[in-house]
């Protein structure tokens, strides 16, 4: 993994938080510099646990000046805080535990708070000072969003046999693993012909472990037949969370491939309401986001 260097783009002007996120960035340097060397298990444990502790406490800066600036995007930006705290760190803790401290493990954990971290400073916290507007501008109930997690938990043990654990509900891209990803928009119409879009996003070993488990052989790339497999899978799993499109009917129009990046292209102007993140306990990550 790439060493990561602070860069002044990412000063929003409010001295306590730049130089909050400085030593943010210089304590994740660190842990990629650990994790590439061999038996760092233990401080590899403890640099994370400082990277938790550390940012909790930045956290409470943070809002801190909000709240003494009325700044009128606190409740989504405290959401963001919130859902990193009590779902993300929590989730990847459990699996770096459970694979003890597993050098791919701490990827997945570095991977994610990497990418969270860019994208928040960018542009949540450059919204506070009035650098960007905030992406989060659709937001559904969060009875709304606990009712959809337990639908995708069931499809996705349904469908690819595997225990899916939510790691965040409000997913905005984070590149959340080195290797291979499989992404797909499924795109919908309702009776008033409005579209909704839905995208997939699996890691490759997740994809190509639960076919080799289905087809009780074992699947070493994802080729054309793997490709238009997921394609379908994918159409299945929107029909077992079809209760969730509040337009009710909807008609599968079309099912398209794409790459990462235009994935992310599609997100640039505002994130989709409904964006998770699942780990699958050390198997495989994937996302389920839903725009309509």
């Known amino acids: 993994m790439n060493a990561i260097k602070w860069n002044n783009r ?3 002007g409010v001295e306590v938080v730049d130089k909050a996120h400085q030593k943010l960035f210089s304590i994740v340097g660190k842990l990629i510099a650990l994790n590439e060397e061999e038996k760092q298990q233990h401080a590899c444990r403890e ?5 938790k502790n550390y940012t909790l406490k930045h956290f409470a800066e943070e809002e801190a000046y909000m ?7 606190y409740e989504i930006h405290k959401k963001l805080h919130d859902n990193l705290c009590h779902n993300t760190l929590p989730a990847l803790e459990l699996e770096m535990e459970e694979q003890d401290y ?3 493990s701490v990827g997945h954990f570095i991977g994610i708070c990497i990418g969270w971290l860019n994208e928040h400073i960018m542009i949540e916290d450059h919204a506070i ?16 969003i606990a009712s959809l997690q337990k639908a995708v938990v069931q499809s996705a043990k349904n469908l690819f046999r595997v225990d899916a654990r939510l790691v965040s509900d409000h997913y905005s891209g984070e590149d959340f693993c080195e290797g291979s990803k499989l992404c797909f928009r499924l795109t919908y119409k ?4 409005k579209k909704i879009y839905v995208y997939f996003i699996y890691e490759e070993r997740l994809i190509l472990a639960s076919l080799s488990e289905m087809l009780g052989r074992q699947i070493q790339y994802a080729d054309k037949t793997v490709l238009y497999t997921v394609k379908v899978l994918s159409q299945n799993f929107i029909e077992q969370m079809s209760a969730h499109f509040s337009e009710g009917e909807t008609a599968w129009e079309k099912t398209d491939v794409m790459s990462f990046d235009q994935v992310m292209n599609a997100f640039y102007k505002e ?22």
């Open 10 to 12: 990412f000063n929003i």
């Open 47 to 51: 640099g994370i646990k400082y990277f």
């Open 67 to 73: 709240k003494s600036i009325d700044y009128p995007g």
């Open 102 to 104: 597993s050098k791919e």
């Open 129 to 144: 000072t009035g650098g960007y507007a905030n992406k989060w501008v659709h937001q559904p109930s969060e009875d709304a």
């Open 190 to 193: 309702t009776p008033e012909k």
């Open 271 to 292: 994130f989709p309401p409904y964006s998770m993140l699942f780990g699958t306990g050390g198997k495989g990550y994937f996302a389920v986001c839903i725009r309509n």
